[in-house]
């Protein structure tokens, strides 16, 4: 049984829970994610980043944004209360090595699944430069966590409300353009964030790892669903990812593909949205 | 094709076996007998439900076609049966009204008749052989051998035929009886028995058809038989792939549910390979054997251009969406479906009938199913192809698509194909489509599902780099399922490529006896 051990606000609109689950605890690394259901009679299956885990204690974290019907019913869960499925750990894991200087951005949400990956390069012996995005300082994640670990972090936001008012990319290019310039970046967000990431690092010819997070039914490689185009080749995200070459991938068809479903997602979701404050009201 | 009504098909068959009573049959007169057409539901009306198309035979005919059949010594039916089930005597047991027998002759060799006679490729198997349809000159007239199989499957299930065929749906007409029954009958059909606990353990990985077939097979012997199945539900292809339309959810509802009262434990969620090794199933669990059965699972692209457009679907992507998500009732499920309005789908198997028939059941204008051959070298299943063009689907033989056309929001417009013509056979026997220069037309379409079949999922064979696999990705087992890894067996498609069920269970039920030789 996958209980929620924890659950937590972090901001307006992001969740975390920590969810007993054992197995995928020991099994998983860093850059890999789980499918979530909340019915598995009707309920859609929805891929989620790993955003921690402990194997001793059996637990995983998922840190998410309410952004559709799914993860708004998952923000409903309280402690104690189980999840019908979770099924992990999915895709490939992150490669880590000592590659000397590593710069991770993260972007918004996209900070969550950057910290395993951080820790993991930081483990591994890199310099490691954080770089943190957010839309304003209320939606800045794990900030205290990355600046315990990192041996720089840089925060930005959009509009200044705190740290730099700036886009990722600015720090970036500096990190790029300096006397120590890193050796690998991994850019972690929004598709367009890291579409731009992956463009400020091409000049310098950085390697530029992103992960993508395309629509997936089953996430173990039977739909073709989450397929993207990088370099000449199609390639399967759930399987053959989530991380993948930034230089390589085609940001623009995968950004339409996202919005494939659009209609019959915002409709599910404001319906969703009724039925939980109906159900707040019934209360 | 005018559709006859499932009760005048009744009556018909009522006088003929009124006629035939008490007469002596020769050859001649059961090669006379016309052969039963299975009643279906009204084409204009199934193609906007998901139902079953077909409702069974009537007691009536099963009596009459089984009368058609005649008991050859050599049997040649049996030959053509991957299973060997003893065709001849489960017919002439339903030629004298023994329906329990009949299942029990079934139920030697075949676990699950109840699926198989539905969806097996019978006029390539034991009906091809026939010999009816050879003194009739045409193999679909030889008996009807899978219906007669479904029927007497059904007939256990509580359906009895069609005996009752009460229920109608809000327009008045009449619903399939597997509509109604099926669900409720797990809990009153007998479990097979099972022999005294063993205390040893056997993993079964995936839960389609070899899977149930060997935790059936070796659970039976008294072993332990946990089932691993990557997906929140069991069933494999018979859940996410092939539609309710044609195979009703109940009826794999029900053999699972035997499974589970025969004490075989079933985890869903669980994807062996990641959420576990599967030397780990072996090193640290204490499991003494393991089969897997995972299936064929990914899905082949043609690579044409314009294969990544907004629109285009694997056929198991379409169909995973509409069948296991539920994607058609779009009152209750949370995964959308793409709201197809003129649909081309390539290909020309089954799943290609399945995607074709499922877009249409979801409010698809047009539906063009584009195949490169001719409607013979198709390997779908006859019926399949005759039930979808009468339900109004277009068919464009010798036409292969080229490219695919795309606005500038990324979404399908259109495709644009190439005809061929049929030269000289190739290796699998059949003639090699040719292309024809300069015979491009394009068709305007803003859906598109490639059903060219499926790759072995490597998944589990990477994460175990231990089990040798062939050039395609394929498991390797020998003839009794054994593969390269002690304790370890395999079969279905994951080790013959895509193929059929009935192989799948075939392959399972060998396995299943080399692993209760291994335990004994």
Request: net charge negative; proline share 5%; aromatic share 6%.
């Amino acid at each position: 049984m996958h209980t929620i051990l924890s659950r937590t606000q972090l901001s307006d609109n992001v969740v975390r829970l920590r969810v007993a689950a054992s197995l995928i605890a020991e099994a998983r690394s860093p850059g890999q994610f789980v499918i979530v259901q909340v019915d598995t009679d009707f309920g859609e299956r929805v891929p989620l980043t790993i955003a921690n885990a402990n194997s001793s204690e059996g637990w995983v974290e998922l840190i998410f944004q309410t952004v559709g019907a799914t993860t708004l019913r998952l923000a409903e869960y309280s402690q104690g209360e189980a999840l019908p499925a979770l099924l992990g750990p999915l895709g490939q894991p992150t490669h880590v090595e000592n590659f000397g200087r590593a710069v991770c951005v993260g972007g918004g949400i996209g900070v969550a699944p950057m910290y395993p990956i951080a820790q993991a390069l930081k483990a591994a012996g890199n310099h490691l430069s954080v770089i943190i995005g957010a839309r304003n300082r209320e939606l800045i994640l794990l900030k205290e966590e990355m600046a315990d670990m990192a041996d720089d972090l840089i925060v930005v936001t959009d509009d200044g409300s705190y740290g730099r008012k700036a886009l990722v990319t600015e720090p970036l290019r500096e990190l790029c353009e300096s006397d120590s310039p890193p050796d690998i970046v991994v850019a972690i967000g929004p598709p367009v964030m890291m579409k731009f990431a992956a463009e400020t690092t091409r000049p310098y010819g950085v390697h530029t790892v992103v992960s993508l997070n395309s629509i997936m039914v089953d996430g173990t490689g039977m739909c073709g669903g989450c397929r993207v185009t990088v370099g000449e080749e199609t390639k399967f995200v759930c399987v053959e990812g989530p991380e993948f070459d930034g230089h390589a991938v085609d940001f623009d068809n995968m950004i339409k593909r996202l919005q494939a479903y659009k209609p019959q997602e915002d409709r599910a979701r404001s319906q969703c949205m009724i039925d939980i404050r109906a159900k707040e009201l019934t209360k | 094709m005018t559709h006859q009504s499932p009760r005048d098909q009744q009556r018909a068959a009522a006088d003929m076996i009124i006629e035939l009573a008490n007469s002596e049959l020769k050859a001649k007169d059961r090669l006379a007998i016309p052969q039963q057409d299975m009643p279906a539901q009204n084409p204009n009306v199934r193609n906007g439900n998901m139902s079953e198309v077909t409702y069974g035979y009537f007691e009536e005919q099963a009596r009459l076609e089984a009368l058609r059949c005649l008991q050859c010594k050599n049997a040649p039916c049996i030959k053509g049966c991957p299973v060997e089930i003893d065709i001849p005597r489960f017919v002439r047991k339903i030629s004298e009204g023994d329906y329990a027998g009949s299942l029990n002759v079934i139920k030697e060799a075949s676990l699950l008749p109840s699926i198989c006679g539905r969806v097996c490729p019978q006029e390539n198997q034991c009906q091809e052989r026939c010999l009816v349809g050879k003194s009739l000159k045409d193999k679909f007239k030889a008996v009807s051998i899978g219906r007669l199989e479904r029927f007497v499957a059904d007939w256990d299930a509580g359906m009895k035929g069609l005996s009752d065929l009460a229920s109608e749906d809000a327009r008045g007409n009449p619903l399939p009886p597997s509509a109604t029954a099926g669900a409720m009958s797990a809990a009153t059909r007998s479990v097979p028995p099972v022999k005294g606990e063993t205390g040893r353990k056997v993993a079964v990985i995936g839960s389609g058809p070899a899977s149930i077939t060997v935790a059936a097979d070796v659970r039976r012997e008294g072993h332990t038989v946990t089932i691993f199945e990557a997906f929140h539900k069991p069933g494999g292809v018979l859940v996410y792939g092939i539609p309710e339309f044609r195979l009703p959810k109940s009826i794999v509802q029900d053999e699972l549910e035997t499974l589970v009262r025969m004490g075989v434990e079933i985890k869903t969620n669980y994807l062996v390979g990641r959420t576990r090794k599967l030397t780990d199933f072996l090193d640290k669990d204490g499991f003494d054997a393991i089969f897997i059965g995972t299936g064929a699972g990914l899905p082949r692209f043609m690579h044409i251009e314009g294969e990544n457009l907004i629109g285009v679907f694997s056929a198991n992507e379409f169909l995973t969406r509409s069948n296991l998500m539920k994607a058609y009732d779009r009152e209750r499920a949370a995964t959308p479906i793409f709201q197809p309005r003129r649909v081309a789908v390539f290909g020309g198997g089954n799943v290609a009938m399945d995607a074709a028939r499922s877009a249409l059941r979801i409010g698809a204008e047009e539906v063009n199913v584009v195949y490169r051959r001719t409607r013979v070298e198709m390997p779908a299943r006859a019926e399949e192809v005759d039930h979808a063009e009468e339900e109004g689907i277009t068919f464009h033989f010798l036409r292969s698509p080229k490219r695919i056309l795309g606005d500038d929001r990324e979404r399908v417009t259109a495709i644009e194909t190439l005809d061929y013509e049929l030269g000289e056979p190739d290796e699998s026997g059949r003639r090699r489509p040719v292309p024809i220069e300069g015979s491009e037309s394009t068709m305007e379409v803003d859906t598109v599902i490639v059903s060219i079949g499926n790759d072995s999922n490597p998944l589990l064979t990477r994460t175990t780099p231990a089990l040798k696999t062939n050039r395609w990705g394929n498991i390797v087992a020998d003839e009794n399922g054994k593969t390269s890894l002690d304790r370890v067996f395999a079969g279905g498609d994951i080790v013959l490529g895509a193929a059929t069920v009935i192989l799948a269970m075939g392959e399972g039920r060998k396995a299943a006896a080399s692993i209760n030789r291994l335990l004994a």
